[in-house]
C-alpha cells in the first residue's frame, strides 16, 4: 500500500519570503506521479505542480517548484516570493500508474502567508 | 470550458436516510473519480469510473455506490446514512483517468451534513 505523510500541520510565513512544505512517501512501485493540491478556504482543489517518478528534472511552475529525492522518497514544495493569495491548505498526493490507480493524499498543511 | 460543477451544494439529511450527488465533468473527459474529505480521515479515494464502468474503488463499505452515464455525468449514492458520513464529497474528472498519471480537474465540492 502506498502511504503519503507531510508531519508538519501547519506554517506560516511572511509575505515576499521563501517557503518549503515538506512531504514524503512510500510505495514499492517504480512508476508513479507525484502532486501537490492547493486547496484555498473557498473549497476548490486547484493542481500547483506534477512530477514524473522517471524524470530527475525537477518541475517548476513559476514560483513554485519541488526538490524530488527519488531514493530519499521525499517530494517538498518550494513557493518563492510567498503572496497572500497562497494562504491555502497544501496536499501531497501520490498515484500509482495502471489498473489500481488512484490519487493517494496526505494529510495536507495549512500555510499561512502573514502581510 | 466550464469546469467541474456538483450538485448539490450543500445538504442536510438524517440519520438512515439517502442521498445522491451529482457530478458533470469537464466537457471531453471521460474518468469521474469521488473522493470523501473529513477533518480526521482527511482526503480518502472512493471510486472511480471510466465510460460508464468502475475502474477502481477505495475502502468504503456498500452502502457508498456510484455510477456513470453515457454523457461521462456521474452520481453516488450513500444509502442508511450516518453521523460518520458527514463530509465534504470532492468529484474530479480527467481525459483519461489515472491509469496514465492524468491530470484530476475538482469540482467544488458537495457539503453533506447528516444529523
Known amino acids: 500500500a502506498q502511504t503519503v505523510t507531510q508531519s508538519q500541520p501547519e506554517m506560516s510565513v511572511q509575505e515576499a519570503e521563501t517557503v518549503t512544505l515538506s512531504c514524503t512517501y512510500d510505495t514499492s512501485e517504480s512508476n508513479y506521479y507525484l502532486f501537490w493540491y492547493k486547496q484555498p478556504p473557498s473549497r476548490q482543489m486547484i493542481l500547483v505542480i506534477r512530477?514524473?517518478?522517471?524524470?530527475?528534472q525537477n518541475a517548476t511552475e513559476n514560483r513554485f517548484s519541488v526538490n524530488f529525492q527519488k531514493a530519499a522518497k521525499s517530494f517538498s514544495l518550494k513557493i518563492s516570493d510567498s503572496q497572500l493569495g497562497d494562504t491555502a491548505m497544501y496536499f501531497c498526493a501520490f498515484m500509482i500508474t495502471g489498473a489500481n490507480s488512484k490519487l493517494t493524499f496526505g494529510k495536507g498543511i495549512t500555510l499561512s502567508v502573514r502581510p | 470550458k466550464a469546469g467541474v460543477t456538483q450538485t448539490p451544494r450543500y445538504l442536510i439529511k438524517t440519520r438512515g436516510q439517502q442521498v445522491t450527488l451529482s457530478c458533470s465533468p469537464i466537457s471531453g473527459h471521460r474518468s469521474v473519480s469521488w473522493y470523501q474529505q473529513t477533518p480526521g480521515q482527511g482526503l480518502q479515494f472512493l471510486f472511480e469510473y471510466f465510460s460508464e464502468t468502475q475502474r477502481n474503488k477505495g475502502n468504503f463499505p456498500g452502502r457508498f455506490s456510484g455510477r456513470q452515464f453515457s454523457n461521462s455525468r456521474s452520481e453516488m449514492n450513500v444509502s442508511t446514512l450516518e453521523l460518520g458520513d458527514s463530509a465534504l464529497y470532492l468529484c474530479?474528472?480527467?481525459?483519461?483517468?489515472?491509469?496514465?498519471?492524468?491530470?484530476?480537474?475538482f469540482g467544488p465540492g458537495t457539503r453533506l451534513t447528516v444529523l
Open positions: 474530479a474528472s480527467s481525459l483519461t483517468g489515472t491509469r496514465w498519471g492524468n491530470e484530476q480537474f
Open positions: 512530477q514524473e517518478a522517471y524524470k530527475q
